[in-house]
């Protein structure tokens, strides 16, 4: 287990954050993850939870008990009105959420509603793997008004493979199953989209028609996690290869020289909205500050889970809503770090052209260890090369729009 790696920026050398966030005003938490399950009825490959060198699951209880539930809306709350936010996020994460069941799902939305909402409006999520997705949940998600998204690598088994269950068998077919209820004309006002990790040696075309058969709202692509230390699956070290951007950039054409809109893929618009000066809404991609934060089932504040794919406890911050409010929260290295842009980045992001598109990359991504995070992304040729693509078919189409306008 990789436990000692909190050294490096931003930790370590005490102070060494103060110089890079000089003049950094904190913006507040807007995204809360709620933890309401730890564990999960799958064996995914690539999961940073229980796959990878983080093991603090294991000391989590199995559920986020009905005291930290009120805790965490009554902390919310405060931390909401303190900064006048008419409205915040919660997503229900796990392991698997679902797991919590019906009647459990309710209870924790009732009590959001009965704490926060009569003061700040709230929106929920949940991020399931789908194959829990009964008629009696679903109609809690609908009576609720709960948003569900669903993390599916495809539509075919084989681009499955990667996401068993424990005892290694496939786990489609009862995703497939829960997604035709959660599709159907009774609970489609509650279908979010679809999430899927990328595979490089997949088809990204027959993944995305696979996708688009369940006619989605939006679809998330992800780059694995890794980093440095422990590359990504497929991200060799040399640096002329860039088989992620092999897989997205085709994927790209595709959705762009689409007739109509098809699906929001909101990796591709948000890189669109930042080549043309806007801002990101990810953490993925861009400067903006991150304002996502993490109440695990025991009540403790962490940072953005995906850092448990760096090393042991790597997105703690010591801090527990029993004990603390998440101002407090505000003030950890680790959360300045995501919250003050480029003045995060290394030297040679600094100096890069597509710096304020790429934004450096997602931060677990810079990790190597021994210096921290003031790293370019392991992704990095990946990201020039897709972003590049990206801009030059942009401004191809921008350019064709001026000389026609003529
Ligand atoms: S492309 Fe590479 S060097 Fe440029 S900002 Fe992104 S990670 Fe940094």
Redesign the pocket.
């Known amino acids: 287990m990789d436990t000692g790696a909190a050294v490096g920026w931003p930790y370590g050398v005490p102070g060494h954050l103060a110089p890079r966030s000089a003049g950094w005003v904190p913006t507040p938490f807007r995204q809360f993850v709620l933890k309401v399950r730890s564990r999960c009825n799958l064996s995914c490959t690539y999961c940073y939870v229980y796959s990878q060198v983080d093991e603090s699951w294991r000391d989590q209880p199995v559920a986020m008990s009905e005291e930290i539930v009120t805790v965490t809306a009554g902390k919310i709350l405060d931390h909401a009105q303190r900064h006048g936010l008419e409205s915040v996020e919660i997503v229900l994460h796990g392991g698997e959420p679902l797991l919590a069941g019906a009647d459990s799902l309710r209870a924790v939305a009732r009590t959001f509603r009965d704490v926060v909402e009569p003061f700040v409006s709230v929106q929920f999520s949940v991020q399931t793997n789908g194959t829990l997705m009964s008629d009696r949940i679903l109609e809690a998600c609908l009576a609720e008004n709960i948003q569900v998204g669903v993390s599916l690598d495809g539509a075919l088994t084989h681009h499955n493979r990667r996401r068993p269950r424990h005892d290694g068998a496939d786990s489609l077919r009862e995703t497939t199953a829960g997604l035709h209820r959660l599709t159907s004309a009774r609970f489609r006002p509650v279908f979010a989209g679809l999430l899927g990790v990328i595979d490089p040696l997949s088809d990204p075309l027959e993944v995305y028609e696979s996708l688009l058969t369940w006619e989605p709202p939006a679809v998330d692509f992800l780059l694995p996690h890794g980093n440095w230390t422990v590359r990504p699956p497929g991200r060799p070290a040399d640096e002329q290869l860039t088989p992620y951007a092999d897989w997205l950039v085709p994927l790209f054409d595709r959705w762009y020289d689409a007739a109509g809109e098809e699906v929001e893929i909101r990796i591709f618009q948000e890189i669109m909205v930042l080549l043309l000066g806007g801002h990101s809404r990810l953490e993925t991609v861009g400067l903006s500050p991150s304002t996502v934060i993490v109440v695990e089932s025991d009540g403790s504040i962490e940072q953005v889970d995906a850092l448990k794919s760096a090393y042991h406890g790597a997105a703690s911050t010591g801090l527990n809503v029993l004990n603390d409010g998440f101002d407090q929260a505000l003030r950890h290295p680790g959360v300045i770090a995501r919250q003050i842009g480029r003045a995060a ?2 030297e ?2 600094g ?5 304020n ?5 997602f931060y677990p991504h ?1 990790y190597r260890r021994g210096d921290g995070f003031r790293n ?2 392991v ?3 990946d ?2 090369a897709l ?1 590049t693509h990206i801009d030059a078919r942009v401004r191809h189409d921008l350019e064709r729009a001026r000389v026609h306008a003529r």
């Open positions: 980045l290394g040679q992001c100096e890069c052209r597509v710096r598109v790429c934004g450096g990359g810079r370019r992304s992704y990095c040729p990201l020039l972003i």
